[in-house]
């Protein structure tokens, strides 16, 4: 082979080799700049007009929930127990456990769940200080706090689910979860700000489990399991509006004050009227109400003596629920296939370009 030959050879390999280069470059500066261009109008759009952020979804008008009051509850987890039993809940119970907790066979001599998880829909966890020795205090003291789902109005687990298994009930708010319509991808496990649903990783055919306000309950007038056998009303359940009300009431009442504490459902309507009790405030209630705005609200409300970020409660979330920014991004994007088809358009402009000049060459 002459020099010339293999001169001109190694010249074309050159040119191929940068050509290849070249195009994988103006690629991906091609694709950011036809990107860009279809985000133009987005971009350029005025903050008052929040392109990027769709409205906040409202409550439904009869949104049903809970109301949680720390000041109330005595720990008894009664409530944990009959969670268990109306929806037919197996034991949890916890390496840790495991040891002390064996009454011979397989089965445990006590059902001791402390957190969340497939197992245990609702759980009463406990927040110490110092001595401990006051409750409702947060110096050298102690309270308890109610987990479960919160049922949010603008839930994320419901925006992520890729095939609608989460839904939120149109008339109660309820949050759904649909075994049958889920594929295991566990996105509502990763989005919820709160750490509610579970996937049961103990079943080969492990399914999301989370709190749905025993939906099966109200079905037949009776009220959710937590909110019958509470003793002291701690958790009450009702109208979220309602309940809303009965929060702001509490939170304006002062040491030392006799108040009444109603029972069941607020109303007296499901389950049937309840006796309230009276009581002494002995601890100041925190003028917050936890769930009132956090993430576009709640329709489990929480009230307490003790700041809710010591009782692990995430405190520093937007009053928006983050669906309003993905989905308006998204939506945004998406609109009328725009984006999508302008970026293709360009990235298919930039491979015609780069091929007829390799050819040329």
């Known amino acids: ?113 402390v957190e969340l998880s497939a197992r245990t829909l609702n759980v009463i966890k406990a927040y110490s200080h110092g001595t401990g020795a006051t409750k409702d205090a947060a110096e050298n003291g102690f309270a ?37 319509a889920c594929i295991g991808c566990r996105y509502c496990v990763l989005s919820c700000p709160f750490g509610v649903p579970k996937y049961d990783y103990n079943d080969a055919f492990g399914e999301i489990k989370k709190c749905q306000l025993c939906k099966q309950q109200l079905a037949k007038n009776e009220l959710p399991g937590c909110a ?44 049937g009227p309840r006796d309230g009790h009276e009581k002494l405030v002995e601890a100041a ?15 489990c409300l929480a009230v307490s003596a003790v700041p809710f970020d010591k009782l692990n409660l995430p405190t520093n979330v937007p009053e928006n629920g983050y669906p309003t920014l993905s989905e308006g991004i998204q939506h945004t994007l998406y609109a009328g296939m725009i984006a999508p088809a302008t970026v293709f358009a360009g990235l298919a402009y930039l491979a015609h370009r780069n091929t007829k000049n390799h050819t040329d060459e």
């Open 1 to 113: 082979m002459s020099k010339n030959m293999m001169s001109t050879n190694k010249m074309s390999k050159s040119k191929t080799s940068v050509s290849r280069r070249g195009f994988l470059r103006n690629a991906v500066k091609g694709s950011a700049a036809a990107a860009a261009a279809a985000c133009t109008t987005v971009v350029a759009a005025p903050p008052e007009a929040n392109a990027l952020v769709r409205p906040p979804k409202p409550l439904p008008p009869e949104a049903v929930g809970l109301l949680y009051d720390s000041t109330l509850c005595i720990g008894c987890k009664a409530c944990v127990t009959a969670c268990k039993e109306v929806n037919h809940m197996p034991p949890d119970v916890g390496p840790a456990q495991q040891g002390w907790n064996a009454g011979g066979g397989d089965k445990p001599i006590y059902d001791s769940p």
């Open 144 to 180: 308890f706090i109610k987990r479960q789902c919160l049922h949010c109005a603008d839930p994320s687990c419901v925006s992520v689910c890729p095939v609608s298994a989460m839904t939120k009930d149109a008339r109660t708010g309820i949050v759904n979860h649909d075994p049958s």
């Open 228 to 271: 019958d056998v509470c003793p002291t009303g701690a958790t009450l359940f009702g109208r979220t509006e309602d309940l809303k009300a009965e929060a702001k009431r509490r939170t304006a009442l002062t040491v030392g004050e006799h108040a009444h504490y109603p029972r069941g459902d607020i109303a007296g309507k499901v389950g």
């Open 285 to 299: 209630y925190q003028p917050h109400i936890y769930g009132e705005k956090e993430l576009g609200g709640t329709q």
